[in-house]
């Protein structure tokens, strides 16, 4: 028994959960109550038998004996506990004991899980009515006693006028206290009535003739109507009728005075509904209201619907499966089991010998402590089913999984069990088709990830390269306006060196999402390396040494040169944050042929000659598992908030992209080593121009210039314009057509965006080239959403700047497009 305050009332807790029994009692202890509780029917009778209580919360589902004994028992006994059933335990209806419960003589129903303020209110209402009750049974036999001694002073004639009085006064006391229990009636009226209005069900109270009296607030909420719009109105009315529900738990009650229940199906909302009704009669028998309490169990209805659909085809997926019966002695650990029983095990029955100590030894080794547990649980009374998947040794060593599900059929005089019954149901096949389902939902979530965020990196790409655009480009203007020594310059170099910065961001998240549009070139690996290396011991940090190994005679690759960059940087960051302060990370290229012997063990490996690059550290390291799923979108080791677990998937996407490979070498406390290999390129390095070589001409072709961002627009013209050409600046396709129209002499090159409303840049082209067949175009965009290119490369024959662009790298791109070698061909349509 909890220690408590003197006059505290004493609650028992009868409970079949032991643990939820000692929280509630902690939860009641707390709030000044003695407590105690058991876990089986014996327990509660042997306790009280000791100690009375006030209140006995009583479980319907505790067993040996029943709660249907203990309030019998109690209910021919001069000393009673007030008697409350626990009703929707865990969030489910009122169970057939509990109502039989309430017919055999309980006190009343206590709502909701045993914790929180909504039980420790019910316990206080429910206390503070008990004592009420208790206080007025006493007020009623002191008034007895008080009459009865008057009509003795009375019949004697000795009542003297200040005996008159001291009555008077006394009855004035009597009248006093009556108002104060009225007063006190009236608080436990709007107490439960709060109560009544904390409960999420609907709970109404009707009239004999079906009529509403009054909802909980739940009621009315869902309903979508007031108090005074309800009051009066027969409940079928509310949902839209014109007569009573055919099927009705009410109707059912006021008919034969008992409670009632039935499931109903509502089609005017589309609902299901746990209806259950209560009459509240009078002392004569008839009945005054009708209690109803609704519980919407659409998801409930619709989860049955979809598991019975999901079990049909379990069945027919299953039906061929083996099934093997046993019946267990707890006592002994003996068992006799089915011939099929030890066929699934890959045994012979005459060789099958089953007990509890040879079944938890085939046990796996993983699951031998979870599955024992449960099963000593349910055996002790812990749990009320047993049911549980664990894998067996077969007589082969191999491992098969299996579905247990058991009951106890007998007990002893003291309740102790005796004998258990089951099945065994071998489910690999069902588990390895789970593992399946799960395998592939995980792949359909990570792409919907990969989509989302490419859709984001688009949207975001367009609208942020423009603004880049024309910071970018209005510097490098105003620098060429400003004068050597201005001291403006250098704050205008910061805001450069700022907006490229920002326009890099944007290129690496449109690389992860792979939605960046590359131009590959002819380079070299060891140069590329030799320029980073500056800004790779930046971003290791000072306690790293950064080892640089360049190959002798290093082939050429093609690819783009800022995908290089996105490799080197993530690695060199993945190696920084496996070491632990000082280290060494390093770098190196090489030749490397891949002969067909070697592809014969790696499917994803084409033979021929490849560059590779590796990174390696004398970190932390990695185990097998971590290896599996190193390259997973979103897989990351390190700790909440420090890592994305998008550096390593983004180089896996550039690798695949451009036709290579990544392996990872790696020994949890041996370091780790990422080795990439790019196809070596054919072209010769001569072929390949960069628009950075060219110089720069001054113009003398007209331009036909389309841009909806109209800081673009007039940046570019301005820029264009200097320079010598002749501008015509569109701010939409349809202006750009008319203006093609009106224009007499020739257009020689269109410099479009790829992105715009009404029509894209590729659209556009098309539309001019049929009136202008010697019209060229140079599109740019900061997002091409795959108008232009393909998987993110440029479709043969097109032209395209990436916003945002220099001045230098404008000019230099109009120059090579208007004087390259396709002049003539217009393909890149």
Known sequence: MSAAPPGASRVFIAHHNAQTARQACRELSDA??????????????????????????LDPQITGPSSLEIIRHFKNKSTQPKIYLLVTLENQPLSEEGLQGLEAGADGLLAGPLMGSGFLIQVQTFDHLQQQQQHWKNLATASELQKQALARQLEAEQLSVGHLQAAQQQSELSLQQARSGEF??????RMLEGLLDAIPDIIGVLDKERRVVRYNAAGYEFLGITPEEARGRYCYELIGRTK?????????????????????????????????????LDERGEILYVIEHLRDITAQK????????????????????????YDLNIVTGEAVVSPEYG????????EFQESNAAWRERLHPEDREHVYETYLDYIAGRH???????????KSGEWKWIKSVGKIVAFDAEGRPLRMIGTHTDITSQRQAEAEREKLRAQLTQAQKLESIGRLAGGVAHDFNNMLQAIIGNVAMALEDLPPDSPARESLREVETAAQRSAELTRQLLAFARKQTIDPVILNLNSIVEGMLKMLRRLIGEQIELHWKPGGELWQVCMDPSQVDQILANLCINARD???????????????????????????VVPGDYVMLAVTDNGKGMSAEVKEHLFEPFFTTKEPGKGTGLGLATVFGIVKQNRGLINVYSEPSQGATFKVYIPRARQNSASATS????????GTETILLVEDEAQVLQLAGRILSQNGYTVLAAHSPDEACQMAAEHNGPIHLLITDVIMPSMNGRELFKKLAMSRPELLCLYMSGYTANVIAHHGILDPGVHFIEKPFTVQSLLGKVGQVLDGPDKENTTNS
């Open 578 to 604: 496996a070491i632990d302060g000082h280290g060494t990370i390093t770098i190196e290229t090489a030749n490397i042929t891949l002969d067909t012997t070697y592809a014969s063990t790696h499917v994803e």
């Open 244 to 280: 009573p529900c055919a099927l009705c738990a009410t109707q059912e009650s006021l008919v034969t005075r008992n409670p009632a229940k039935l499931e109903k199906y509502v089609p005017e909302m589309d609902r299901w509904f746990d209806v259950r009704s209560y009459p509240i």
């Open 32 to 57: 000044g109550y003695h407590t105690e509780w058991a876990s089986t029917g014996q327990a509660t009778l042997a306790a009280l038998g000791k100690t009375a209580a006030d209140l006995l919360l």
């Open 343 to 350: 066929r699934m095990l890959g045994y012979e029955p005459e």
């Open 691 to 698: 628009p950075a070589t060219r110089t720069i001409r001054k």
């Open 184 to 189: 006190h009636a009236r608080a436990l009226a």
């Open 384 to 394: 009320p089913d047993y049911c549980v998947e664990f894998r067996q040794r077969t």
């Open 302 to 325: 619709k989860a049955e619907q979809a598991l019975q659909e999901s079990e049909e085809r379990l069945r027919l997926a299953l039906a061929s499966a083996e099934e093997g019966f």
